[in-house]
C-alpha cells in the first residue's frame, strides 16, 4: 500500500477542517441560540411598536381600532394602556423566533461558506508547507449570506407570523366588560336569579310589548359575547386558528416578503460586518505589527452596529409589505362581510401602499427599526464572536 506525500496529507487535513462536523453544528446552534436571545429582549419593545406602524397603514379607522402617530407615541399608549406586559406582549413566540433564527442563519451561513471554501483551490507556501484554506472574498461572503438567508426564511415566516399577529392584537380588540353597579345603588336582580316561571314571564311579557328591539338587542349582545371574548387568544390558539382557515401552508402567509428581506438583508447584514471588521482589524496592524489578528470586542460590536443599521434600511419596504400582510386579519374591522380565506398578494399589497402612501408609508417606522437594529445587531455579534473565541 502506497504512502501520500506531504501535500496530500496537508490536503486532507484541510478537507477534514472543512467537513461540517457534529460538533461545530452544536457549537452554532448554542452560540446563536444565546446571541438571539440576548438580542430580542432588548429589541423586542421598538419591534413591537414597528409592527404597529406597519400594520395600520392599510386599516380603516374605526371608533374600536387604535391609531399611532409615530414610534414613540405607539410606545407612550402602549405603555400607559397596556403597561409593561403589552410593550412585551407575544415575546414568547419570538423569543424561540430569534433563537431559532439566529442559531439558523448562522449554521446556515457557516455551512455555505465550508461549501465556498471546498469549491476552491487552497493556497501553499511556495515550500508547500502551511496548507490553509483562502480566506473568503466579499463577494463569496455575499453569496454564503444571502443563501442562508434564504434558508432562514422558511424556519422564519410562520414564527414571525404568529408573533405579528399577537403584537397587534391590542389595536384592535375590546374585550366584555362586565356591568358594574353605581356606587349607593342597589343592583338589579339578575333574570338567572329569578324562578324559570317568573324569568320566562318577564322575557315573553318584554317581547310581545317590543318584539323587534328585543330580539334585535338579544342578537346584538350574543354576537358581541361570542366576538369579543375576555382576552385576545394566546400563540397556540393563533396557530391552531391559522391552520384551521388556511391550512398547513398558511403558516407562510407573507413568505415572499420575509425571503426577500432576509435573502437581501443578510448578505447586506454579514457582508457589511465582515468588511468593516477587516478594515479594523487592518488599522490596528498597521499602527501595531505585532498585535493579534483576532478581532477585539469593541470592533466587533462597531461593524456589527454599522451591518445593523445596513442591513435593516436596504430592504425595509420588504418587511413593511410583509408586516401588513401577516397582520391583515386581525385589524379587519368587527363584523366585516370580507373574506378572510382570501389571502392578500405581495405585490398586490406594494400597489395598495404604493398609490397611498408612497415611499414613506413603505419605510413607516424605519427610523425605529435602525436605531434598534443598530444595538442589536453589535449585541449578537458581540456575543457570538465572543462564545466562538471562546471555545475555539
Known amino acids: 500500500m502506497g504512502t501520500q506525500s506531504g501535500g496530500d496529507v496537508l490536503l486532507a487535513q484541510v478537507e ?17 441560540s444565546v446571541a438571539g436571545m440576548v438580542a430580542e429582549v432588548f429589541e423586542y419593545p421598538f419591534d413591537l411598536a414597528k409592527v404597529r406602524l406597519q400594520a395600520q397603514l392599510l386599516t380603516p379607522a374605526s371608533a374600536h381600532t387604535k391609531h399611532f402617530n409615530g414610534p414613540l407615541h405607539c410606545l407612550m399608549q402602549t405603555w400607559k394602556e397596556e403597561g409593561v406586559r403589552g410593550l412585551y406582549r407575544g415575546l414568547p413566540a ?25 469549491l476552491s483551490p487552497p493556497t501553499s507556501s511556495t515550500d508547500g508547507r502551511n496548507l490553509k484554506p483562502p480566506p473568503l472574498s466579499i463577494t463569496q461572503l455575499g453569496l454564503a449570506s444571502a443563501g442562508a438567508g434564504f434558508v432562514t426564511s422558511f424556519v422564519l415566516t410562520p414564527i414571525e407570523l404568529v408573533k405579528c399577529k399577537m403584537q397587534v392584537q391590542m389595536m384592535n380588540f375590546k374585550p ?19 324562578p324559570d316561571a317568573a324569568r320566562h314571564i318577564s322575557s315573553s ?9 328585543f330580539t334585535h338587542n338579544a342578537t346584538s349582545r350574543t354576537a358581541e359575547a361570542i366576538s369579543s371574548p375576555s382576552k385576545p387568544p394566546g400563540p397556540i390558539a393563533l396557530t391552531r386558528s391559522i391552520v384551521d382557515e388556511y391550512g398547513f401552508r398558511g403558516l407562510w402567509l407573507g413568505h415572499t416578503g420575509t425571503l426577500l428581506r432576509e435573502t437581501g438583508g443578510c448578505a447586506a447584514w454579514f457582508v457589511c460586518k465582515e468588511y468593516v471588521a477587516r ?14 489578528t483576532d478581532l477585539l470586542a469593541w470592533e466587533s460590536a462597531f461593524s456589527g452596529a454599522v451591518a445593523g443599521a445596513v442591513g435593516a434600511l436596504l430592504f425595509y419596504p420588504a418587511d413593511t409589505v410583509k408586516s401588513a400582510i401577516q397582520t391583515e386579519d386581525e385589524l379587519r374591522p368587527r363584523g366585516s362581510l ?8 405581495f405585490l398586490g399589497t406594494f400597489r395598495k401602499m404604493w398609490v397611498k402612501h408612497g415611499v414613506r408609508g413603505l419605510y413607516a417606522g424605519c427610523g425605529m427599526t435602525v436605531a434598534r437594529a443598530v444595538p442589536s445587531s453589535g449585541i449578537i455579534f458581540v456575543v457570538y464572536d465572543g462564545l466562538s473565541s471562546w471555545f475555539a
Open 279 to 292: 478594515k479594523l482589524v487592518e488599522q490596528r496592524i498597521r499602527r501595531m505589527p505585532a498585535a493579534s
Open 338 to 345: 370580507l373574506r378572510k380565506n382570501k389571502q392578500s398578494t
Open 16 to 32: 477534514d477542517e472543512l467537513t461540517f462536523t457534529a460538533t461545530s453544528a452544536v457549537k452554532e446552534i448554542a452560540f446563536g
Open 94 to 118: 419570538p423569543m424561540v423566533g430569534a433563537m431559532a433564527e439566529t442559531a439558523a442563519l448562522f449554521l446556515a451561513y457557516t455551512e455555505f461558506q465550508n461549501v465556498i471554501r471546498k
Open 205 to 213: 311579557s318584554v317581547a310581545s310589548k317590543y318584539p323587534k328591539r
Open 176 to 194: 366584555i366588560i362586565p356591568p358594574s353597579t353605581s356606587p349607593g345603588r342597589i343592583p338589579h336582580r339578575s333574570s338567572s336569579s329569578l
